[in-house]
Each structure stands twice: as structure tokens, then as C-alpha cells.
């Protein structure tokens, strides 16, 4: 009967050791926190220890989660959030999650210079990179000129067995561009069943699903590997070139898919005046051309010095395909949903 009380002695003491007196018998001081949510890698480190290096006294915890994977998690938090701040993923989940009552409204004055596209009316989330799809390539196995330009030139069968994917049904990425076919073939030809005949031969072409795309990079840089292309995107291609060494180029197919990623603070949370500062240190000029130099991250914000910006960037030349994003997002989950069952459940040796 005594050992419950002994346990909870103890654990009253360890917290009064913890949380206690510190010089001169004052209270200890505490960090405040800020919690994010963000499939920023590499990217939310670094933001990380620059937030705590500006504001002493702060700890930014960011846990790396995939785009997809995100909305979900927030979904089943609703009514104890745990997360702050959500930065970066598909548009379409931050529409949802609005849509869902997960976002408290913060428009700092600077938002007046994104597109329309990239912000919420409301200001439930504003938008910070804008994200180009594009096919990347493994350099010492293809050349860029033999890569498609289009994304239906995938589905040449000289690819067969030799493109990686990302698993779907986890990424923002993947969702959008196999959403984005399918959207594209169905207003071309009238008839959604093209679009998922289309996805039925980009199946056929696929030799692996990578459970996540550090398992996809390695297959796709291995000289020993027979993949050499991946529908993925821009700013992947280059960072993992430039920043990590692997042999990755990209094509920006024409009508290509822009994700605008978007930042948004989170309904309830547990430190509301913590993610506003962090919100307003990601989106500040600043940060935006640190993101933009060093990641390879285009700003959504037009009033960004283009003198500033990489010489790349300036002189990228891109082909958005046009989107009506209201519909778009009403279909995207029942799209994959009817791939997922009907296309990628089956051995790939069965697509024809």
C-alpha cells in the first residue's frame, strides 16, 4: 500500500527539482514553446535553431511529418490541439482544415502581396513557397534531353521498370500531380474513366512505391538500381543536388501543377503568442530569401527584391496547369482512393 505514495513522493520531488529555485532562490526560468507541424526537413531545422538563436528564451519544436499525413493528425486532435503552427503541404488540406474550423484567422499586413490563389479570404492560412511539380532524374543515367516534357510522356513504354514513386496516399506531392492528371484528362476528354486509364499505364511503368522519399532518393541515386526518374519536384531536385551531393535533375514538364504552401496557426493552441512570433519569423523577408538561396524554395510574396533572389529562380520559366481548386479538392481523396483500390492494389506485373 505504500509503494503508490512512495512514487508519487518521488515524482512530486523530481518536479520540484526540475522547476525549482535557481540563483538567489528565484524560480527557474523556462523556455517558452512554439510546436510545429511541417514536412519541411531539412528546411524546419534550420529554421528551427534560427528562431532560438534570434529569440533567446524560446524552443521551437518541430516535428517533421509527411504532407499528407498532417491534416489527419490535426483532425484527430481538434479537441486537444497539441501543434501550433502547421507550415507547409498541399493547399487543398489547408482549404480543408479551414473548412474544418482547425485554423484561427492571422493576416499580418504583408499578405496584400500574394496572388489571390495563395491566400485565404478569410485569413485562415497564407501561402509562403510556391512548389512546382517536375520529373527528377538521376543525371549519370539519363540525359536531361532524353527526359518528356510533358507528364503523359511518362507513360512511354521505354520507361518501363525504371521509374520509383513515392507511395501516394502519404504525400502531398504525389496526391497532387496523380490528382492533376487525372483532373487534366477528364476536362480534355469529358470521361474521368481516362484519367485513371492514364494512371492505369503510369502504373504499368512504375518498378517500386518508396514508403517515404529518403528510401526514394537512395534507389533513385544507386548506380546499381535500375530506377532513373520520379514524378517529384523542383525545389527537391536541386536541394538534394546541391545540399546532400546526389546526382538529381529536374524537367518542368509543361502544365505542371504548382502547390502554393501555405502556414497557418492552429485553432486552440497551446501557445497562441509563441506561433504568432514564429509565423511572422518564417514569413519575413528574410527567412524568405534564406529559403530561397539556400533550399531552393520560390516565395509566394511579389514584394521580394528579384535582384535578391537566385539567378535560377529569376530566370525560370514555368507552365502552371490551370486549376479550378474548388473542384479539384472536392474529388483529389476520392480520386486516390479509387486509384489506391482499383490500380495500385494490384502487382505492378499485372498492369498493362
Known amino acids: 500500500m505504500r509503494r503508490p ?26 523556455n517558452k514553446v512554439v510546436v510545429v507541424y511541417t514536412p519541411h526537413g531539412d528546411l524546419g531545422i534550420d529554421v528551427k535553431n534560427a528562431f532560438e538563436a534570434a529569440h533567446p528564451g524560446y524552443t521551437a519544436q518541430v516535428i517533421d511529418l ?18 501550433d503552427v502547421w507550415w507547409g503541404g498541399a493547399t487543398g488540406d489547408f482549404r480543408k482544415a479551414e473548412r474544418d474550423g482547425l485554423f484561427e484567422p492571422y493576416a499580418p499586413e ?69 490528382g492533376a492528371l487525372v483532373y487534366k484528362e477528364w476536362k480534355r476528354t ?8 492514364l494512371l492505369e499505364k503510369l502504373h504499368a511503368n512504375t518498378g517500386y512505391y518508396a514508403p517515404s522519399p529518403e528510401v526514394m532518393f537512395t534507389v533513385l541515386a544507386a548506380p546499381e538500381s535500375p530506377y532513373a526518374l520520379t514524378p517529384w519536384n523542383q525545389f527537391d531536385a536541386l536541394g538534394r543536388k546541391h545540399n546532400h551531393g546526389l546526382p538529381f535533375g529536374y524537367v518542368l514538364p509543361k502544365e505542371t501543377p504548382v502547390i502554393v504552401e501555405p502556414i497557418a496557426i492552429v485553432k ?69 482512393a479509387r486509384w489506391q483500390d482499383t490500380i495500385r492494389s494490384k502487382p505492378l506485373t499485372e498492369s498493362k
Open 5 to 30: 505514495i512512495l512514487h508519487s513522493l518521488s515524482a512530486f520531488l523530481v518536479a520540484v527539482l526540475l522547476t525549482g529555485c535557481g540563483d538567489g532562490g528565484k524560480p527557474a526560468q523556462q
Open 66 to 83: 509527411s504532407g499528407g499525413n498532417i491534416l489527419p493528425k490535426l483532425q484527430a486532435e481538434k479537441g486537444r490541439p497539441v501543434c
Open 110 to 178: 504583408w499578405v496584400k502581396f500574394l496572388p489571390e490563389n495563395a491566400k485565404s479570404p478569410t485569413g485562415a492560412w497564407n501561402g509562403t513557397y510556391l512548389s512546382p511539380e517536375a520529373i527528377m532524374f538521376n543525371e549519370k543515367k539519363l540525359k536531361r534531353e532524353d527526359l518528356p516534357d510533358t507528364w503523359e510522356g511518362l507513360l512511354d513504354p521505354k520507361w518501363k521498370g525504371k521509374i520509383v514513386a513515392r507511395d501516394v496516399r502519404a504525400s502531398a506531392t504525389m496526391k497532387t500531380i496523380y
Open 190 to 197: 469529358g470521361n474521368l474513366d481516362d484519367g485513371f486509364a
Open 268 to 336: 486552440g493552441a497551446p501557445h497562441p503568442e509563441e506561433a504568432k512570433l514564429f509565423y511572422d519569423f518564417v514569413t519575413s523577408q528574410e527567412q524568405l530569401l534564406h529559403a530561397a538561396e539556400k533550399y531552393f524554395r520560390v516565395p509566394a510574396r511579389s514584394d521580394l527584391s528579384k535582384e535578391k533572389l537566385p539567378e535560377w529562380m529569376r530566370e525560370m520559366k514555368l507552365e502552371p496547369q490551370k486549376i479550378d481548386q474548388d473542384e479539384f479538392d472536392k474529388q483529389l481523396e476520392g480520386w486516390i
